[in-house]
T-cell receptor, first 111, second 112 residues
Framework: GDSVTQMEGPVTLSEEAFLTINCTYT??????LFWYVQYPGEGLQLLLK?????DKGSNKGFEATYRKETTSFHLEKGSVQVSDSAVYFC??????????FGKGTSLLVTP | NAGVTQTPKFQVLKTGQSMTLQCAQD?????MSWYRQDPGMGLRLIHY???????DQGEVPNGYNVSRSTTEDFPLRLLSAAPSQTSVYFC???????????FGPGTRLTVL
């Protein structure tokens, strides 16, 4: 079945460092791919998405490109801030309504 | 708009007790769903609804019941709570199956 694998955390970075969180997927069809962010004590918020191969999703300085050849959707940001500290979830939706989530990667950015 | 609201925020139950987690949205969304979040497991879909009067099971439905009598509300019922149901529960809604899902703030449930 469909699945999402993302890198284990926690990831600790200094402010202004470059961020990459790896995400790979397995799907039988042509899924849409998402990154959600969960700030402490809150629900999940959609960060960005891509619906077809080679699409690039971007928001708040974060980017991810849908790579069908490597079945990947890695999240990147050029310069992280303390306020980016959160848990990041990669997810896919193949057919139907349900989202299939990865286990989440915790990011801590220190001043 | 209040968005997606959930009550209560925290709840402690004893094994065998029953309770209902409330979820409401004021965005006139057709689709609503319940997820549980466990450490190291991500979010897993419990039940979902594509409109009033229509519900279906997700990945982990056992031990939970749902109903959808109105567009706005989608309560989740635990008929006989078990320690394995200790988790954080999130409700989500979307306008259509392919659109962004909006999540509530969650309910942290502990079953002793």
């Amino acid at each position: 079945g469909d699945s999402v694998t993302q890198m284990e955390g926690p990831v600790t970075l200094s402010e202004e460092a470059f961020l990459t969180i790896n995400c790979t997927y397995t799907a039988t069809g042509y899924p849409s791919l998402f990154w959600y962010v969960q700030y402490p004590g809150e629900g999940l918020q959609l960060l960005l998405k891509a619906t077809k191969a080679d699409d690039k999703g971007s928001n708040k300085g974060f980017e991810a490109t849908y790579r069908k050849e490597t079945t990947s959707f890695h999240l990147e940001k050029g310069s992280v801030q303390v306020s980016d500290s959160a848990v990041y979830f990669c997810a896919l939706r193949d057919s139907g309504y349900a989202l299939n989530f990865g286990k989440g990667t915790s990011l801590l950015v220190t001043p | 708009n209040a968005g997606v609201t959930q009550t209560p925020k925290f709840q402690v139950l004893k094994t065998g007790q029953s309770m209902t987690l409330q979820c409401a949205q004021d965005m006139n969304h057709e689709y609503m769903s319940w997820y549980r979040q466990d450490p190291g497991m991500g979010l897993r879909l419990i039940h979902y609804s594509v409109g009033a009067g229509i519900t279906d099971q997700g990945e982990v439905p056992n031990g939970y019941n749902v109903s959808r009598s109105t567009t706005e509300d989608f309560p989740l019922r635990l008929l006989s709570a078990a320690p394995s149901q200790t988790s954080v529960y999130f409700c989500a809604s979307s306008y259509g199956g392919n659109n962004e899902q909006f999540f509530g703030p969650g309910t942290r449930l502990t079953v002793l």
